[in-house]
């Protein structure tokens, strides 16, 4: 009699059992969304081109974030390719560290994206009042943020934008990674060789102030010290 093949089982860690019963909880809520059920409340954000409002779906009564982006403020600070990766990343998203996108519209003057409401606020907050974390809690965060990013990463995605503000807390106190702003697709490999010469994707992004300030800088004559040093070398890509 050949012996019976070896099996291994594993059982699945507290963490990867919240992952499993949050993924079946949001299949089970996905549904379609009309723009007519939603009833506005109060402005709870406003950016440079954007505002979120609070509202509530009126079928299953859950409030949601609704972003609201004006069409012509999109196109002038030149954040239209910004918007529209957002919009494609987040609907290749489900994941309990990442916020959800629920549904997308548009009219005449403006974009829309129905996000999950996060109520906890910033990460970012929460350091500051603490002014650090301790050993347990910040290796927590960074957990969270791994599983999220090794998600994104397994998808070809990057990030591009990892900061406390661009991480906000949950009703449960989990960290939700926001803001796919600069989320791009690697759908290519790197073909600036002569600064970089691997296969990775290279990458540049900054928000408008930050863009105008480096090439003003760039642009900017060295000081007179400077002017006969030698060329620094190219710096890898990121």
């Given at each position: 009699?050949p012996?019976?093949?070896l099996?291994?089982?594993?059982t699945?860690?507290p963490t990867q059992?919240r992952?499993?019963?949050?993924?079946e909880?949001?299949?089970?809520?996905h549904?379609?969304f009309?723009?007519?059920?939603?009833?506005l409340r109060?402005?709870?954000g406003?950016g440079?081109f954007?505002q979120?409002?609070l509202?509530?779906?009126?079928?299953s009564?859950?409030p949601?974030?609704l972003?609201?982006m004006?069409k012509?403020?999109?196109?002038?600070?030149?954040?239209v390719?910004?918007?529209?990766?957002?919009r494609?990343v987040m609907s290749?998203c489900n994941?309990?560290f990442?916020l959800?996108?629920?549904?997308?519209y548009?009219d005449?003057?403006?974009l829309?994206?129905l996000?999950e409401?996060?109520p906890?606020?910033e990460?970012f907050?929460l350091?500051r009042?603490?002014?650090?974390?301790?050993?347990?809690?910040a290796?927590?965060?960074?957990?969270?943020?791994?599983a999220?990013?090794?998600?994104?990463?397994?998808?070809?995605?990057?990030?591009?934008?990892?900061?406390?503000e661009?991480?906000?807390?949950?009703?449960q106190g989990y960290?939700?990674v926001?803001?796919?702003?600069f989320?791009?697709e690697a759908?290519?490999?790197?073909?600036?060789?002569?600064a970089c010469a691997?296969?990775t994707?290279?990458?540049?992004c900054?928000t408008?102030?930050?863009a105008?300030?480096?090439?003003?800088?760039?642009?900017r004559?060295p000081?007179?010290?400077?002017a006969?040093a030698?060329a620094?070398p190219?710096?890898?890509c990121?």
């Amino acid at each position: 009699t050949p012996p019976s093949p070896l099996t291994l089982t594993l059982t699945p860690t507290p963490t990867q059992e919240r992952l499993a019963l949050e993924m079946e909880r949001r299949e089970a809520e996905h549904g379609i969304f009309h723009f007519a059920d939603l009833e506005l409340r109060q402005t709870i954000g406003v950016g440079s081109f954007a505002q979120v409002r609070l509202v509530l779906h009126k079928p299953s009564q859950v409030p949601y974030a609704l972003k609201v982006m004006y069409k012509g403020q999109v196109i002038s600070q030149d954040q239209v390719a910004h918007v529209m990766s957002e919009r494609e990343v987040m609907s290749k998203c489900n994941h309990p560290f990442l916020l959800r996108m629920a549904a997308s519209y548009q009219d005449g003057d403006a974009l829309y994206m129905l996000l999950e409401l996060v109520p906890g606020g910033e990460l970012f907050s929460l350091l500051r009042q603490q002014s650090y974390f301790q050993e347990p809690v910040a290796a927590f965060y960074s957990a969270i943020v791994i599983a999220a990013f090794e998600y994104l990463h397994d998808r070809q995605i990057v990030y591009r934008d990892l900061k406390p503000e661009n991480l906000l807390l949950d009703a449960q106190g989990y960290v939700k990674v926001v803001d796919f702003g600069f989320a791009k697709e690697a759908r290519r490999q790197c073909t600036l060789r002569s600064a970089c010469a691997s296969s990775t994707l290279c990458t540049a992004c900054a928000t408008p102030h930050q863009a105008t300030t480096r090439a003003a800088t760039i642009t900017r004559p060295p000081p007179a010290r400077f002017a006969s040093a030698p060329a620094q070398p190219a710096l890898p890509c990121a």
